[in-house]
């Protein structure tokens, strides 16, 4: 790797044997200067397609931060069998930093969709909460709990989908499954209500999982039929939300998505 220039002790700007450039870490390399060669065994990891901001971010994040999400990325790679961009390691280290000084100041932050993401996307919460144990193993900092929820969105969100995946308009589709509840109860929804927040997030979620063909199938059975018998109208309107992502998506919903959907449907009207 040949270094244009040196962003800190342990990171500089390179070009590789192909002339692309690539920020490289790595124990002090930054002490090389221009137009030296570094040993590709002293380099850790490389980043390619770095934004201007993230130099910033280099810049200014201790390294035992950056290793640190280096070694949650690694692991998670590893264990949920997901293929992450390099630059995930770069804005996970910016989400660990201000997590950190949070903590240090005794700032909070309430997470209301922690369960909801633990019921839906179980296994990257687990690794968030291995993440807390990497982070105080290699930090000394002890993060609350409620910090996986923002950890895991990082996984849930930053994975690489083959490039031949249609890319769904997010907004427009929980705008016309908004326009079917409404039209369905004659009724019209607050879009700034928490329950709304919690219907366009659980929505989000549901697409990706779509998207990737990995809709939630569990033994709910007997708690379906149960919702599907106490609230046969949001059944219906639940139902005529699925004919349309199945259109949108040519993928059926299954029982258990639908359940999760008049669950939603039931909070929105809950306020109304």
Do not use: W
């Amino acid at each position: 790797m040949k270094v244009i220039k040196s962003i800190n002790n342990n990171v500089s700007l390179c070009l590789d044997s192909r002339g692309r450039e690539v920020i490289v870490f790595g124990k002090g390399i930054g002490f090389y200067r221009p137009d030296e060669d570094i040993p590709l065994y002293k380099i850790n990891r490389t980043f390619y397609n770095i934004k201007d901001t993230d130099y910033g971010i280099l810049r200014s994040i201790p390294t035992v931060i950056i290793n640190t999400s280096i070694e949650i990325v690694d692991y998670v790679s590893d264990k949920l069998n997901i293929v992450f961009p390099s630059s995930t390691a770069i804005s996970l280290a910016d989400h660990l930093q201000f997590a950190i000084q949070r903590k240090e100041q005794s700032i909070y932050l309430p997470q209301p969709i922690m369960q909801d993401i633990y019921q839906l996307y179980p296994q990257e919460m687990e690794a968030a909460f291995e993440a807390l144990r990497i982070i105080e193993r290699m930090t000394g900092v002890k993060l609350p709990r409620q910090e996986a929820s923002t950890i895991a969105l990082h996984f849930i969100t930053d994975r690489i989908n083959p490039s031949n995946k249609k890319i769904l308009d997010t907004y427009e589709i929980t705008e016309k499954c908004t326009l079917i509840i409404e039209d369905n109860f004659h009724i019209q929804i607050d879009r700034e209500s928490f329950n709304y927040s919690r219907f366009a997030v659980h929505l989000d979620y549901l697409l990706r999982r779509l998207s990737g063909r990995n809709q939630i199938e569990s033994e709910n059975q007997s708690l379906f039929e149960e919702m599907k018998k106490n609230y046969p109208d949001s059944y219906r309107c639940a139902l005529l939300i699925g004919d349309y992502l199945n259109t949108q998506i040519k993928q059926k919903i299954t029982d258990e998505e639908i359940l999760y959907m008049v669950i939603h449907i039931n909070r929105l009207l809950a306020r109304i």
